[in-house]
């Protein structure tokens, strides 16, 4: 076996060997690199190249600067040939290159390359290959190899060429691809449309949002006017924006539009766009619009279904206001008649009574006398009993006209008139001062005058009753307290306190109209609070109210 004279050094000929071998091949390099893809492009270059007569050294100098290194390959395309400039650029041992094939270092792309090898010698073409490799630090590095074939005597010899590193714009190439897949993965998750348009408002882009609310496909779809979507009656004014946006007359575009769907649906979709140039520097070039449309179908449909429920509601309102205008004439007759028809017989009975009584004088029989005091005390209760009620019903008209004052000072005068009333009486009252209150205060007499009335008249059995007035906070709001230490009554009944003519005692033991605590309820009712009470019977009752926050 004989040695390479590649690899092989003879001692004859140690001290020529390394000037002839890198000048012969810088030669060939020379010969195909600018011959090819110099030369051959531009003949007054190639001819003013012979002129000049560049030497071996600046020949040299061109291929440093023209690539990263130098590599040649033998007819088995097994390279032979890698200058240093492999480890320099790239940190790969140019030793790795030698007697392999291109498929053999790179066995991801085996068959590639060898078919790149293939056709470049049927067709006597340039060869360009990327290789991957991996530098002395585990790094991935892309090596791309330009060359041509080399021919002795009309037989291939193998290529020369020239190596690139070129992992940078690689690893920039898949960064970009991962960057616009992940774009393209987000553009297509969100349930909005995304569109851009050209300078005639036509679509150049949707994303799949497009399909899922229209119906129509991306296909059919481009190329198309984005205002041809939109419901005629829609489309003018559309446009018109559209052209105010691309004239710069106004910054942005934003509408709420109908959107025509395939099946001929409506949906009611929020537009918003701005204009997109070309990126010179007056600006002045529309590119077209880039915006998005959302869909506020459910939003609109809500929002009509609302105005509807308002506008039902005002009719109802119109026809409830109805209702109780009525409802108060009627009352105001009812008191008209009540205060008038009904006082007469009264005034009557009561008279003829008082007649009877004067004119008999001492001839009227016991019992007969009893008789006439008995029907004139059921007049008066009639009377008492009829200004309840004409009470009762002027509630419903009576406009509150709120003010600030002392509740305490309020309820202090309607016990001293009670005491006035019923002089005998032993009672205690405790008041808490200070109460100070924002009410009406006609209302909240007759409501006082009810509640300690009633502690009054039920607690008047006691030799020494008890009665107060007190307040605390309960869930961020005021709540009153009126207590008694009276007869107090069965809780069971406690639903029909409230309401007119129910009467929890007896009215030959406790007189009264069984008005005063529906006329109360409706007072409290009427400032916006609640009223409730808690007793036991022979323990006394608490009636408890708020007005309100």
């Given at each position: 076996m004989t040695s390479s004279p590649l690899l092989a050094h003879p001692p004859l000929f140690a001290s020529a060997l390394p000037l002839v071998a890198p000048l012969a091949g810088l030669l060939l390099v020379l010969v195909a690199l600018f011959a090819w893809h110099v030369f051959r492009r531009r003949p007054a270059a190639r001819e003013a190249s012979r002129v000049a007569g560049f030497d071996s050294a600046e020949l040299v100098e061109l291929l440093d600067l023209s690539s990263d290194w130098q590599w040649k390959t033998d007819a088995q395309h097994r390279y032979v040939h890698i200058t240093a400039g492999l480890q320099e650029h790239s940190r790969i041992d140019p030793l790795e290159f030698l007697g392999r094939t291109p498929w053999e270092l790179d066995s991801g792309e085996a068959l590639a390359h060898r078919d790149a090898c293939q056709?470049?010698?049927?067709?006597?073409?340039?060869?360009?290959?990327?290789?991957?490799?991996?530098?002395?630090?585990?790094?991935?590095?892309?090596?791309?190899?330009?060359?041509?074939?080399?021919?002795?005597?009309?037989?291939?010899?193998?290529?020369?060429?020239?190596?690139?590193?070129?992992?940078?714009?690689?690893?920039?190439?898949?960064?970009?691809?991962?960057?616009?897949?992940?774009?393209?993965?987000?553009?297509?998750?969100?349930?909005?449309?995304?569109?851009?348009?050209?300078?005639?408002?036509?679509?150049?882009?949707?994303?799949?949002?497009?399909?899922?609310?229209t119906g129509y496909t991306l296909k059919e779809s481009l190329d198309t006017a984005l205002v041809d979507h939109f419901h005629p009656d829609d489309r003018t004014a559309a446009w018109?924006?559209?052209?105010?946006?691309?004239?710069?007359?106004?910054?942005?575009?934003?509408?709420?539009?109908?959107?025509?769907?395939?099946?001929?649906?409506?949906?009611?979709?929020?537009?918003?766009?701005?204009?997109?140039?070309?990126?010179?520097?007056?600006?002045?070039?529309?590119?077209?619009?880039?915006?998005?449309?959302?869909?506020?179908?459910?939003?609109?449909?809500?929002e009509m279904t609302l105005r509807n429920i308002n506008r039902e509601l005002e009719a109802r309102v119109r026809a409830r206001?109805?209702?109780?205008?009525?409802?108060?004439?009627?009352?105001?007759?009812?008191?008209?008649?009540?205060?008038?028809?009904?006082?007469?017989?009264?005034?009557a009975i009561d008279g003829f009574a008082r007649i009877l009584e004067e004119e008999l004088g001492d001839g009227l029989e016991p019992d007969a006398r009893e008789h006439i005091g008995r029907i004139r005390k059921a007049g008066m209760r009639m009377s008492h009993l009829i200004d309840d009620l004409i009470k009762l019903a002027q509630l419903a008209r009576h406009s509150l006209q709120r003010e600030t004052f002392d509740l305490s000072e309020l309820a202090i005068q309607i016990i001293d008139e009670l005491r006035r009333n019923e002089p005998d009486r032993r009672v205690e009252v405790e008041i808490t001062r200070d109460l100070l209150v924002t009410a009406d205060r006609g209302l909240m007499q007759l409501a006082l005058q009810n509640l300690l009335g009633n502690a009054w008249k039920f607690s008047s059995r006691n030799a020494v009753a008890h009665i107060s007035l007190t307040a605390k906070r309960d869930l961020g709001q005021r709540v009153f307290c009126i207590t008694d230490d009276g007869v107090g009554f069965d809780m069971t009944f406690a639903s029909?306190?409230?309401?007119?003519?129910?009467?929890?005692?007896?009215?030959?033991?406790?007189?009264?109209?069984?008005?005063?605590?529906?006329?109360?309820?409706?007072?409290?009712?009427?400032?916006?609070?609640?009223?409730?009470?808690?007793s036991k019977p022979g323990e006394g009752a608490s009636f408890y109210f708020t007005l309100g926050r």
């Open positions: 056709a470049s010698l049927a067709q006597q073409a340039p060869l360009n290959l990327t290789l991957c490799r991996h530098d002395n630090t585990g790094r991935r590095r892309y090596l791309e190899l330009v060359g041509r074939p080399l021919y002795h005597d009309g037989s291939f010899a193998g290529y020369h060429g020239i190596g690139r590193d070129i992992t940078h714009r690689v690893e920039s190439d898949q960064s970009l691809r991962e960057n616009q897949v992940r774009y393209r993965e987000l553009i297509e998750s969100v349930n909005e449309i995304i569109f851009r348009t050209d300078e005639s408002g036509r679509l150049t882009f949707l994303n799949r949002g497009w399909e899922t609310i018109h924006q559209i052209s105010l946006v691309f004239r710069q007359e106004i910054p942005a575009w934003s509408a709420q539009l109908r959107l025509l769907t395939q099946n001929g649906e409506i949906r009611w979709v929020e537009a918003t766009a701005h204009r997109v140039d070309r990126g010179n520097e007056d600006g002045t070039a529309p590119r077209g619009l880039a915006g998005t449309l959302f869909d506020i179908s459910a939003r609109k449909i809500a206001t109805a209702e109780l205008e009525a409802s108060n004439r009627e009352l105001e007759a009812f008191s008209y008649s009540v205060s008038h028809d009904l006082r007469a017989p009264l005034r029909n306190l409230f309401r007119a003519f129910h009467r929890l005692h007896r009215s030959t033991d406790f007189p009264g109209s069984g008005i005063g605590l529906a006329t109360t309820y409706r007072i409290i009712e009427r400032h916006g609070g609640q009223i409730w009470a808690k």
